[in-house]
């Protein structure tokens, strides 16, 4: 069976949030605690939708993701050693749990890795469509990722955080998120996407759940770990 991060499979809370979860969905009757058949806390495999996956990894015992719809929402930018509200927003932040894996919405080539005064830690990835894929304010980079790697749908590239507005390594100016932006000649309004892959990751997942659920009930241990090997992943 697949197992999810170490330092979390071992937890009790999340894995019984999961059963009440399930139970309230219909999925009930829950199998006891203790009985083998049961998720481990885990990350999801990204879902492919479209040509992308959702940049944030989701699990099953945590549930704090939000979408924000704030494209070109006003923002502070500092001139002259005053900050002044000329900016605007121009990508869709994706609030997460710190520390969080930020996956590649698409397959391409890593371009920029580091710093700027903004955007905290960011990587900026050039999609084989051509367009430039930007994700800020991580905690951290994943090891190896460099600018001229080549990178798959899905890899990691990196850690929810909220760094930036600062100077290298400046954080907690606001709560952890992962700011997406989408270049092509200019910025483009990435929530409509993000929105419609996070639904449809949503929507894939549950129907796994159940379907691991049943399995359960059945005690087909074989067919169940089947499963959530395709369903989970080591992120
Ligand atoms: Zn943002």
Redo the contacts with the bound molecule.
């Keep these: 069976m697949a197992r999810g991060p170490r330092a979390l499979t071992g937890a009790r809370t999340p894995r019984i949030a999961l059963i009440a979860v399930l139970a309230v969905a219909g999925a009930s009757p829950a199998p006891a605690i203790g009985d083998p058949l049961v998720p481990p806390p885990a990350y999801y495999r990204p879902i492919v939708a479209e040509g992308f996956t959702f940049p944030v990894a989701r699990t099953n015992w945590l549930s704090v993701i939000e979408l924000a719809k ?1 494209w070109h929402a006003p923002r502070m930018r500092l001139i002259d050693g005053q900050w002044q509200q000329v900016g605007r ?1 121009e ?3 994706i609030t997460a749990e710190k520390g969080t894996p930020v996956l590649s919405m698409t397959a391409g080539t890593v371009e920029a890795v580091g710093w700027t005064f903004y955007s905290g830690t960011r990587v900026g990835v050039r999609g084989t469509d051509g367009r430039y894929y930007f994700y ?2 991580l905690s951290a980079v994943a090891p190896g990722r460099a600018a001229g790697q080549s990178v798959r749908m899905g890899t990691v590239l990196g850690r929810v955080g909220n760094t930036g507005y600062g100077p290298p390594g400046h954080e907690d100016e606001f709560p952890p ?1 992962l ?3 989408i270049r092509d000649a200019d910025w483009v309004n990435p929530y409509p996407l993000i929105r419609r892959l996070y639904k449809r990751s949503v929507r894939a997942t549950l129907r796994a759940e159940r379907r691991l659920a049943a399995l359960a009930r059945a005690g087909d241990e074989e067919s169940f770990d089947r499963l959530a090997a395709r369903l989970y992943a080591d992120l």
């Design positions: 704030d927003h990508g869709n932040d800020a304010h998120h700011h997406v932006g």
